[in-house]
């Protein structure tokens, strides 16, 4: 199946109605290969070409006084606001005991909620589905970390007691009459912990089903879909762009989102050079050799304006604001641990939309669609199946090795279509490159352009078109180098300083046992990512598929 028409209609968008089919299927539709099937717009790429809603239709409840009379899905809008009104802290942490009083109301109401749901007319808009994930997805979050901390994320056993009982001493037991709160008692005995009540697990199980996505926090929830435009009139440009939802309402979570949307918005160059390279690289001719090398040429120019905004990042995101006051929101339910003294196993409950337990992971960049269409379009191998350099192939056999592949389930459907077609759709009659040096075997592909450049390494190595190839591909890895300096910068830097209101942690736990030095020592060497990677291998794997893309593997 040629690319020409695989991205030639990339000019389309969404269906002109703005509907959504009846139902989501991971089955691989080749009906048609036209961009309306996969959600890519010429002018926003993989973002909607249009602002996303910024309200759910319908009436204000007044929840703070538990009506639910008659709930419609603008119920959820009006629990977010309160949410953010109080607003909500991790973990339950008050100095101010108001704000600890509304927010343990706040989470009453959620258990009370209805269920409430979307009308057939609205559950076929594409709009008002995206708007309704990201607020159910945001409230989800939202309740689970919100709640008291009884030690549900302590990998360490005796933290996680010391949490509970800790949990249980500051939670008064009764009013003023003398009468024991229940919700308080339950709360702090940890009996809500990893449920997520019905009124929020039921509606988020159906709308994520019907977008193709898992009912947690995502890339789409909070990037692709979670925008606003400061002026409608301007359109869609960088300067114009602000994030709409948030857990700490700061300037550092702002910055981290934001700057992922202007790498998508900038990124639909690449894709508009992706889409011309693949209709050229069936011609097979001179014409066609000197206009790809350029649009190439071009492609490493817009993969190196990716690495600057990407370098921007601490501009306004402080690293410990976002490793201890923002990631934390975005654990999900593999990222609780096992404590058999509380009868607590890892994993969410979706009361009364599930009866197993949640185990996605949390919101990664890893699930965006963009840089994956750059790895399938340059043929970076990240599973590891392929010839290698030196003829030595490597075996799958770490879990890291099919993390981009996994990270594809957290993708709307429609751009997980798109990158199975692009995988997949896309061939040519097989070429065999000139014989290698070393006496390995020649390479064979049938990947539009690595063929093509195989097929010009026969005229020598000085080929443009293989040293333009070659350059996109050492600007992907600058682009990876800089991911790998952002990670180390936000994640494992501030893992190891520990707290900024803890002083000395490090020290006073060197004075420990053995035992606790060596989990600390095990605790720095591995940081995992928010996906649940060992970060920084993961990051230097992926470095290195890439590098093993290129023609001279330099």
Same mark, same amino acid.
């Given at each position: 199946?040629?690319?020409?028409?695989?991205?030639?209609?990339?000019?389309?968008?969404?269906?002109?109605?703005?509907?959504?089919?009846?139902?989501?299927?991971?089955?691989?539709?080749?009906?048609?290969?036209?961009?309306?099937?996969?959600?890519?717009?010429?002018?926003?790429?993989?973002? +909607?070409?249009?602002?996303?809603?910024?309200?759910? +239709?319908?009436?204000?409840?007044?929840? *703070?006084?538990?009506?639910?009379?008659?709930?419609?899905?603008?119920?959820?809008?009006?629990?977010?606001?309160?949410?953010?009104?109080?607003?909500?802290?991790?973990?339950?942490?008050?100095?101010?005991?108001? !704000?600890?009083?509304?927010? *343990?109301?706040?989470?009453?109401?959620?258990?009370?909620?209805?269920?409430?749901?979307?009308?057939?007319?609205?559950?076929?808009?594409?709009?008002?589905?995206?708007?309704?994930?990201?607020?159910?997805?945001?409230?989800?979050?939202?309740?689970?970390?919100?709640?008291?901390?009884?030690?549900?994320?302590?990998?360490?056993?005796?933290?996680?007691?010391?949490?509970? =009982?800790?949990?249980?001493?500051?939670?008064?037991?009764?009013?003023?009459?003398?009468?024991?709160?229940?919700?308080?008692?339950?709360?702090?005995?940890?009996?809500?912990?990893?449920?997520?009540?019905?009124?929020?697990?039921?509606?988020?199980?159906?709308?994520?089903?019907?977008?193709?996505? +898992?009912?947690?926090?995502?890339?789409?929830?909070?990037?692709?879909?979670?925008?606003?435009?400061?002026?409608?009139?301007?359109?869609?440009?960088?300067?114009?762009?602000?994030?709409?939802?948030?857990?700490?309402?700061?300037?550092?979570?702002?910055?981290?989102?934001?700057?992922?949307?202007?790498?998508?918005?900038?990124?639909?160059?690449?894709?508009?050079?992706?889409?011309?390279?693949?209709?050229?690289?069936?011609?097979?001719?001179?014409?066609?050799? =000197?206009?790809?090398?350029?649009?190439?040429?071009?492609?490493?120019?817009?993969?190196?304006?990716?690495?600057?905004?990407?370098? !921007?990042?601490?501009?306004?995101?402080?690293?410990?604001?976002?490793?201890?006051?923002?990631?934390?929101?975005?654990?999900?339910?593999?990222?609780?641990?096992?404590?058999?003294?509380?009868?607590?196993?890892?994993?969410?409950?979706?009361?009364?939309?599930?009866?197993?337990?949640?185990?996605?992971?949390?919101?990664?960049?890893?699930?965006?669609?963009?840089?994956?269409?750059?790895?399938?379009?340059?043929?970076?191998?990240?599973?590891?199946?392929?010839?290698?350099?030196?003829?030595?192939?490597?075996?799958?056999?770490?879990?890291?090795?099919?993390?981009?592949?996994?990270?594809?389930?957290?993708?709307?459907?429609?751009?997980?279509?798109?990158?199975?077609?692009? *995988?997949?759709?896309?061939?040519?009659?097989?070429?065999?490159?000139?014989?290698?040096?070393?006496?390995?075997?020649?390479?064979?592909?049938?990947?539009?352009?690595?063929?093509?450049?195989?097929?010009?390494?026969?005229?020598?190595?000085?080929?443009?078109?293989?040293?333009?190839?070659?350059?996109?591909?050492?600007?992907?890895?600058?682009?990876?180098?800089?991911?790998?300096?952002?990670?180390? !910068?936000?994640?494992?830097? +501030?893992?190891?300083?520990?707290?900024?209101?803890?002083?000395?942690?490090?020290?006073?736990? *060197?004075?420990?046992?053995?035992?606790?030095?060596?989990? !600390?020592?095990?605790?720095?060497?591995?940081?995992?990512?928010?996906?649940?990677?060992?970060?920084?291998?993961?990051?230097?794997?992926?470095?290195?598929?890439?590098?093993?893309?290129?023609?001279?593997?330099?």
């Amino acid at each position: 199946m040629g690319s020409r028409s695989l991205l030639a209609g990339a000019g389309q968008f969404m269906k002109k109605d703005g509907t959504l089919p009846s139902q989501t299927t991971d089955r691989l539709d080749t009906s048609t290969l036209a961009a309306a099937d996969f959600d890519v717009d010429v002018r926003s790429g993989f973002l +909607p070409p249009e602002q996303p809603l910024t309200r759910l +239709p319908g009436p204000t409840f007044d929840v *703070q006084n538990f009506e639910f009379s008659e709930p419609q899905p603008s119920l959820w809008e009006c629990m977010l606001d309160w949410a953010k009104s109080i607003p909500l802290t991790f973990g339950s942490q008050y100095s101010d005991v108001a !704000q600890s009083s509304a927010a *343990q109301k706040w989470r009453s109401a959620i258990r009370a909620m209805p269920v409430a749901s979307l009308s057939e007319a609205e559950m076929g808009h594409i709009r008002t589905m995206r708007r309704a994930c990201v607020v159910l997805a945001f409230l989800s979050h939202f309740y689970m970390h919100a709640q008291i901390d009884v030690g549900q994320y302590e990998t360490d056993p005796d933290k996680a007691r010391s949490a509970n =009982q800790e949990a249980k001493r500051r939670i008064p037991w009764s009013n003023a009459y003398g009468l024991r709160d229940s919700a308080a008692y339950a709360e702090a005995h940890g009996e809500y912990v990893n449920k997520l009540p019905p009124g929020l697990a039921v509606p988020f199980v159906m709308v994520s089903e019907r977008l193709g996505l +898992p009912p947690v926090l995502t890339y789409a929830t909070t990037v692709l879909w979670n925008w606003t435009l400061k002026d409608a009139s301007k359109g869609l440009t960088s300067s114009n762009m602000e994030i709409k939802e948030m857990f700490t309402n700061s300037v550092s979570e702002s910055h981290f989102f934001l700057t992922s949307l202007l790498i998508e918005l900038q990124g639909v160059e690449a894709l508009t050079l992706m889409r011309i390279s693949l209709n050229e690289a069936f011609a097979v001719d001179k014409l066609a050799e =000197q206009r790809i090398t350029c649009y190439l040429e071009e492609l490493a120019n817009v993969i190196r304006k990716l690495t600057v905004l990407l370098s !921007q990042m601490q501009d306004s995101c402080d690293p410990d604001t976002f490793y201890w006051d923002i990631r934390p929101w975005f654990k999900t339910g593999d990222a609780t641990f096992t404590d058999s003294s509380a009868g607590r196993v890892p994993g969410w409950i979706l009361e009364g939309a599930s009866s197993e337990r949640s185990l996605w992971t949390g919101p990664s960049a890893g699930q965006s669609t963009l840089i994956h269409a750059l790895d399938l379009f340059l043929d970076v191998d990240h599973t590891r199946t392929k010839r290698q350099p030196n003829g030595v192939s490597s075996n799958r056999n770490d879990s890291d090795s099919t993390f981009m592949e996994r990270m594809q389930l957290y993708m709307p459907s429609h751009h997980r279509a798109f990158l199975r077609h692009l *995988q997949h759709g896309i061939s040519t009659e097989p070429v065999c490159g000139p014989p290698k040096e070393d006496g390995a075997d020649a390479e064979w592909s049938d990947h539009p352009i690595r063929a093509l450049v195989l097929q010009c390494q026969w005229s020598g190595p000085n080929h443009p078109l293989v040293h333009a190839y070659d350059e996109a591909l050492r600007a992907l890895r600058a682009l990876r180098d800089e991911h790998m300096r952002i990670a180390v !910068q936000y994640i494992v830097h +501030p893992s190891r300083r520990g707290p900024r209101n803890i002083k000395c942690s490090e020290e006073h736990e *060197q004075k420990q046992t053995q035992k606790q030095t060596q989990k !600390q020592k095990q605790n720095e060497d591995v940081v995992r990512g928010t996906g649940g990677t060992d970060l920084v291998n993961f990051l230097r794997a992926c470095r290195k598929n890439t590098t093993d893309a290129m023609s001279h593997f330099t």
